[in-house]
């Protein structure tokens, strides 16, 4: 399991929410270290920045007396700046295992133009991301499932590349909590002549991956979109979390072109955990 897991809070309702409902479920995985972070937005507080510290950190400690009834180490850290880039400099400097932040609906025009803290951290960092998809209802917020069980059933997208390497390597950090998964494959390049071929290709390929782990997995080659047959699968298959690899892009190619990445970070209901490939 991830050792140390860095954990940004902005003391939102939505943090809060999971932070005392979610966090310590993932700590009873087996994590030793939570490193809590807040980080004043120098371009929202300006001069006050350096005057919120202290009361910010206050905040902090007593979030952290909350948590280390848990038997883990906390370790409270509040900093000055953009918070991705912040949060995403602390996660190097900590050598966190895993950064872990909710996400919650939010306006597609905003997400667009400005970006969120959530997608603009699954950008900036080279530590994997587990973005928590909570839904907002009536009485309160909501995940699909339990935290608990969030790496009971994983989906993971394997494309061939360098890529895949990594996240397959980020997925047995994980495998002792593993039930059983599904490793997928879409096929979405080549004449529509050497289909078949590339699907056999795919299957090898998929089962050669496969082998590495010690708990089943099933093999899915799929034909067309990337991102919509991972999210589809993950629906069919019963999966608890999409594990995807995210490739080095400017962030005016990602808004213009997209990814499947960044279609998957949209569009899924299901946890995702983002594996940087730089």
Not at 58 to 83: A, M
Not at 150 to 175: G, H, W, Y
Not at 184 to 207: F, M, P, Q, T
Not at 215 to 229: D, H, K, R, T
């Amino acid at each position: 399991m991830f050792e140390k897991i860095l954990y940004p809070t902005d003391f939102s309702e939505i943090s809060l929410h999971a932070l005392r409902n979610c966090i310590p479920k993932l700590l009873s995985l087996g994590v030793e270290e939570l490193h809590l972070i807040h980080v004043i937005d120098i371009t929202v507080a300006e001069f006050e920045a350096f005057e919120l510290e202290d009361i910010y950190r206050d905040r902090l400690e007593e979030l952290s007396k909350e948590l280390k009834t848990t038997g883990v180490r906390v370790n409270p850290i509040v900093r000055i700046g953009i918070p991705s880039i912040e949060i995403s400099e602390a996660a190097e400097e900590h050598d966190i295992d895993l950064v872990v932040i909710p996400s919650v609906g939010e306006n597609i025009w905003r997400v667009m133009f400005v970006g969120s803290t959530a997608s603009n951290l699954a950008r900036a960092t080279k530590k994997p991301v587990l973005l928590l998809k909570y839904v907002k209802n009536d009485e309160g917020f909501e995940l699909p499932l339990d935290c608990a069980e969030i790496f009971k059933q994983p989906l993971i997208s394997i494309d061939f590349s360098k890529c895949s390497i990594k996240v397959l390597k980020t997925v047995r950090e994980f495998e002792e909590l593993v039930e059983r998964g599904v490793l997928l494959h879409s096929v979405d390049y080549g004449k529509i002549d050497d289909l078949e071929h590339n699907i056999e290709i795919a299957k090898r390929n998929l089962e050669k991956s496969a082998k590495g782990f010690k708990v089943p997995f099933e093999m899915e080659v799929l034909i067309g979109s990337a991102s919509q047959a991972l999210i589809g699968t993950a629906i069919a298959k019963r999966a608890t979390l999409i594990v995807i690899g995210k490739k080095g892009r400017s962030f005016i190619k990602d808004l213009l072109l997209g990814s499947t990445a960044e279609r998957v970070i949209r569009d899924s209901k299901l946890p995702v955990l983002l594996v940087p490939c730089d």
